[in-house]
């Protein structure tokens, strides 16, 4: 597939020497090459967008949501197609490709309340004859930065508020997977938005820092690791641009003794292992309170062995390879320092090769027992299909233990009890909660709201939020006096 830009409404070659090769993690065959635009090319984009949000904020909200209905239609109808290419460059199983994309047209729908949910307020009469308004406007050109993990959902997560309201975009995906956007900007060609409404842009580092400068760009989305993501935050800000950056996570999950043993392991292990551990909201370390200890650690090392590993498009499989070679070295050498460190590696996924897709960066699942506060494996994010198991005697050593975490993107709990629950929701320093559940994904009616060194930022992703960071609100005191009105 020849990876294109699509600026002004044109699918344009930048014109650049520079190519990443994506891969596919399962077969290991190259399958594309990302151009890696320059700066240049991201200026086309911006001058396009600008050109267009013109025009584009005067068209009624009501008639700029209809674009979205069309688009939400066709994403459905296509839902296996986009699918099947998440499948193939960023390796997750095809029901994991799907769900994504089910979330991503979710945040679609709900942009389209966009008449509703970007409405002012009016208040009459503040004082004898003089009404006070506040109305929301679009900012201008904006822009999403993606990471590789989900290649499909992540930009969706913004872009359909930021148009619908009134705003003119650019995506850059990541480097990595590259596809999944080409096959959705030709159905975002197929709904027809006006020319420079909405934009693509293929590239790394060079194309990011063209966003980050550019002067025409109001606004900036970026997900990623938490290096990138304070450096995006620190440059965007300096160049004037609100921004808005999630970060990396080290999901915590704590297991209480009264909690459902079978529910909590098959639930803990889906959110560990499913999508290889490529997940902001997998659960990468699990805390067993008291006597939860041996029967979860027994649990979830059957859990562990027992996942079918393999191509995400065969039938069966549970679990896809992580995104590239390097990705897996980089997680086998993690697993080793944990060892080292004291820890103990109960179930060993290092050293994995598929029959049939031997030259696939697989990694088993993981389960790495006394994980040891402060250390390796304690600080960093993995980002792949390891669990690490620590223990504490009570649920408040297991918030204290949570809450010394540097990243907050989500917590969750294993109990039947109630006032546990209501303790750790109340308690524990994340932004997404899950209690008895372990990928607390907030459907996009709600933030999705990471904390600390998970999120940099005021205003998250997703519903009212994302509606708050596409738009400044503009307030109007006007007076009419009554003696001039009475004359009609
Ligand atoms: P990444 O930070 O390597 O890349 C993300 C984006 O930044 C890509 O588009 C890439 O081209 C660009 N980029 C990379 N290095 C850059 C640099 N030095 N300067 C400028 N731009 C740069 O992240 P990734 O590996 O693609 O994604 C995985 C990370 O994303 C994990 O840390 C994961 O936790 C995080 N993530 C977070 C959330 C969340 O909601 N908090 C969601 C998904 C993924």
């Not at 090392?301 to 069966?316: E, H, K, L, T």
Request: proline fraction near 5%; glycine fraction near 10%.
């Amino acid at each position: 597939m020849e990876i294109l830009n699509y600026i002004n409404g044109e699918w344009v070659k930048p014109g650049v020497t520079e190519y990443f090769d994506v891969i596919n993690p399962a077969t290991g065959q190259v399958i594309a090459r990302t151009p890696l635009s320059a700066k240049a090319d991201v200026d086309a984009a911006a001058k396009a967008a600008n050109e267009a949000f013109k025009t584009w904020r005067r068209v009624p909200v009501q008639d700029r949501v209809q674009y979205l209905f069309k688009l939400r239609d066709l994403l459905k109808t296509n839902i296996d197609e986009i699918a099947r290419t998440i499948t193939d460059e960023c390796g997750k199983t095809f029901e994991e490709s799907r769900a994504e994309m089910v979330r991503a047209i979710e945040n679609v729908e709900v942009a389209c309340g966009m008449p509703h949910l970007g409405k002012g307020e009016f208040v009459e009469d503040i004082a004898s004859g003089i009404d006070e308004l506040m109305i929301r406007q679009p900012l201008g050109v904006c822009a999403t930065i993606a990471p590789f993990n989900f290649p499909g959902m992540i930009p969706f997560w913004f872009l359909p508020y930021a148009v619908a309201a009134g705003n003119t975009y650019i995506v850059k995906p990541s480097e990595k997977v590259p596809m999944t956007m080409q096959y959705i900007f030709k159905l975002i060609e197929q709904v027809g938005f006006p020319k420079g409404v909405i934009n693509l842009v293929n590239g790394a580092k060079e194309a990011v820092d063209g966003i980050l400068e550019h002067p025409t760009i109001r606004a900036i989305t970026f997900v990623g690791s938490t290096a990138v993501a304070k450096y995006i935050y620190a440059t965007a800000a300096a160049h004037g641009k609100r921004v808005q950056a999630q970060g990396g996570a080290k999901n915590p999950v704590i297991v209480l003794p009264d909690a459902d043993m079978d529910m909590a392991t098959k639930i803990i292990a889906d959110s560990a292992f499913g999508c290889a551990g490529q997940r902001c909201l997998a659960v990468s370390l699990a805390v067993t309170v008291g006597e939860a200890r041996n029967t979860f650690t027994e649990l979830i090392c059957d859990a562990a062995s027992s996942r079918v590993v393999g191509y995400g498009m065969d039938a069966g499989v549970q679990m896809g390879p992580v995104i590239n070679q390097a990705s897996k070295a980089r997680i086998e050498q993690l697993i080793g320092i944990g060892s080292e460190g004291g820890a103990k590696v109960c179930v060993d996924g290092r050293g994995t090769v598929i029959k049939g897709y031997e030259k696939g960066s697989f990694v088993r699942p993981t389960v790495i027992a006394d994980v040891q506060p402060g250390s390796e494996l304690w600080k960093t994010e993995v980002f792949g299909p390891v669990l690490g198991l620590m223990h504490v005697n009570t649920i408040e050593e297991a918030i204290a233990l949570a809450n010394s975490h540097s990243y907050g993107n989500q917590a969750s709990l294993f109990t039947s009890s109630g006032a546990a629950a209501r303790k750790f929701k109340y308690e524990v320093d994340a932004g997404n909660i899950g209690i008895n559940i372990g990928v607390a994904a907030p459907m996009a009616f709600f933030p999705f709201s990471g904390w600390k060194d998970s999120f940099f930022g005021d205003m998250h992703g997703q519903s009212m939020d994302a509606v708050e960071f596409f738009t400044q609100k503009k307030v109007v005191v006007e007076r009419w006096p009554r003696e001039w009105t009475r004359k009609f």
